[in-house]
């Protein structure tokens, strides 16, 4: 199998405080991994390193080596840009930009792609479809994103990330502020996607995680504490405190 | 029942001074109207469109005044927009300290007296607009082609009142952007980061669209105070009353107008000064309106989020 991205002894500070402690993680192409473990113990943190959201902010640090294709991503000369258009994230609460449906989705392809006319209408159309959203909002276009319902709008997010047309797709908890319903279709979605993207998503929710994913890594106060094929993890755990937490007894 | 009776003199003490605003109100609008009807009876809407003014023989209009005070505001506001919205997006995004220190002296423009303005207007502005910037903006750009662009370099008039306008709207503008700004949800941020969009992407599609209302409201707030500015520009307009030839001229505002004709005004003359007034504040009335809509609308969008 294709390892798409690997964490090299990744570590992760907010300001004096450290987050993440000598991460190891191998995530291979067209797979999903799933991360999960107690609140607090550094899922998003590890997740924001991957498209460099955290250098937002200016306390925060990491430090060691992630890989990309082969290429640290964490090095000054990668182009950020162009990582954040190979590296789409989807948070927990939709995030809708402040524009219409069509130009939610057609704005990373203005950005990125410069397109526009027949050329623009058809990838939207195609990204919108990739997140069996199109059939819901064909007729509703040009109205304001924020007009749609909660698990129509995290679909809207997610046919905006695929319309850049990304390698990765980091997902942090991305069903927790949606219904069952809405939840299904997404994990169906993600299960269709998985063809051409790679997906890491975090999950509090052990089902899900066991439903939907290829490998799974376990963490705990900042460290990866058991990683490999889902199977394994959930039936036949190596280390003690990840069948603790798969088997509900903290966290 | 000693206390119930203070409690009740206290409740309809505040009740008067709350209604004092309301009272206030109707009794500008009443007196202006009052003191104008000769003048709408004399002229009727014509004094809107008539740009004489004339004492000696009993003639009045309001064109030129208007003219002036909406010119004035509309280059104060295109040139203190970009700045104010430029300056508040660095404030947001900036290192604490620097964004305290400069935040604080965005704040304190607004403090200074409007007589300082003129001042500083008359004895730096204007021998700057007349010795640089006129015969810049209009030889070298070749301005004078366009419409309401005079050769005219005298340093007084719309554009330096504009100018002088703008600066003192700037820091109204600023600080309810700045404070519109913060309020957009880092989440939203951060996904537009996500997809790749760089810093000036994102305060012009997302923050800038997330709160647009607000930032209405400020330009309202803006417009309002521009409108209604009397010393600043009284130094620098020029006091002419009639139709300016282009920004360039001499001209005059309603406020401007106000100030300098009422000491020695009487009869008509006095009557269309009431007039103008009651322009003014239907003026500065509806924008005020305007804004506050667009502060509470935006409000209520967040509340509801
Ligand atoms: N902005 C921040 N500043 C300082 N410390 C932070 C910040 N964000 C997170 N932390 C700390 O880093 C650690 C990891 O947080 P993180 O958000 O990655 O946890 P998580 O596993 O995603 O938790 P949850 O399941 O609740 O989302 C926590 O101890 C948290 O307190
Ligand atoms: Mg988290």
Redesign the interface.
């Known amino acids: 199998m294709a390892i798409k991205a690997k964490a090299e002894n990744l570590n992760f500070f907010y300001g004096g405080h450290q987050a993440l402690f000598d991460n190891n993680l191998e995530v291979e192409a067209n797979r999903i991994t799933a991360v999960i473990g107690p609140s607090g113990c550094g899922k998003s943190t590890h997740l924001r390193i991957y498209n460099r959201i955290f250098e937002l902010y200016r306390d925060q640090r990491a430090e060691g080596r992630l890989m990309i294709d082969g290429v640290n991503v964490l090095d000054s000369g990668v182009d950020v840009l162009e990582l954040r258009r190979k590296v789409g994230m989807i948070f927990q609460k939709p995030t809708p930009f402040p524009m219409s449906v069509f130009d939610n989705v057609a704005y990373p392809l203005k950005l990125h792609y410069k397109l526009k006319g027949g050329e623009l209408n058809d990838r939207v159309e195609a990204a919108l479809r990739g997140a069996s959203l199109w059939e819901e909002v064909r007729d509703k276009l040009k109205s304001g994103g924020l007009a749609l319902s909660g698990g129509q709008q995290q679909r809207l997010c997610i046919a905006r990330a695929i319309a850049a047309e990304p390698e990765i797709l980091l997902m942090d908890e991305p069903t927790s502020a949606i219904d069952p319903v809405a939840t299904l279709k997404i994990e169906e979605l993600m299960l269709e996607l998985k063809s051409r993207f790679t997906i890491v998503i975090v999950t509090h929710n052990m089902q899900q995680a066991a439903r939907i994913s290829d490998f799974t890594a376990f963490f705990y106060k900042g460290r990866i504490i058991e990683s490999g094929p889902t199977g394994t993890i959930f039936t036949a755990p190596s280390n003690p405190k990840t069948e603790e937490y798969i088997t509900g007894r903290f966290g | 029942m000693k206390h119930s009776f203070g409690d009740c003199l206290f409740k309809w003490g505040c009740l008067f001074c709350a209604a004092m605003a309301l009272l206030l109100l109707f009794g500008f609008f009443a007196q202006l109207t009052a003191g104008s009807a000769e003048a709408w009876r004399r002229f009727g809407f014509g004094f809107l469109v008539s740009s004489a003014w004339d004492p000696v023989a009993g003639k009045f209009g309001a064109l030129p005044a208007v003219t002036g005070t909406l010119l004035t505001t509309a280059i104060a506001l295109i040139a203190a927009l970009p700045l104010a919205f430029a300056a508040a997006m660095y404030l947001t995004d900036a290192?604490r300290p620097i964004a305290l220190v400069l935040g604080h002296a965005v704040d304190l423009l607004a403090a200074i007296p409007s007589v300082i303005y003129g001042m500083w207007g008359l004895f730096v502005l204007v021998p700057l607009m007349q010795d640089h910037v006129q015969p810049f903006l209009v030889e070298r750009l070749g301005l004078c082609g366009l419409p309401f662009v005079n050769r005219d370099f005298n340093g007084f008039g719309i554009f330096t009142a504009g100018i002088i306008l703008a600066v003192m709207i700037l820091p109204y503008i600023c600080a309810v952007m700045r404070d519109v700004f913060v309020m957009t949800?880092p989440?939203?941020?951060?996904?537009?980061?996500?997809?790749?969009?760089?810093r000036w992407?994102v305060a012009r599609?997302?923050v800038l669209?997330?709160g647009?209302r607000g930032v209405m409201g400020g330009v309202f707030i803006g417009l309002g105070r521009a409108l209604g500015e009397t010393m600043a520009v009284l130094f620098v307009i020029g006091n002419v009353m009639k139709m300016p030839d282009g920004i360039f001229s001499g001209s005059t505002t309603i406020a401007a107008t106000l100030a300098n004709n009422f000491p020695e005004a009487d009869g008509l003359q006095k009557s269309a000064l009431f007039a103008l007034g009651l322009i003014l504040l239907c003026m500065s009335f509806g924008i005020q309106s305007l804004s506050q809509y667009c502060l509470r609308a935006d409000a209520v969008r967040r509340g509801s989020r």
């Open positions: 290192p949800p989440v939203l941020r951060e996904s537009a980061f996500g997809v790749g969009c760089t992407e599609d997302i669209g997330y647009m």
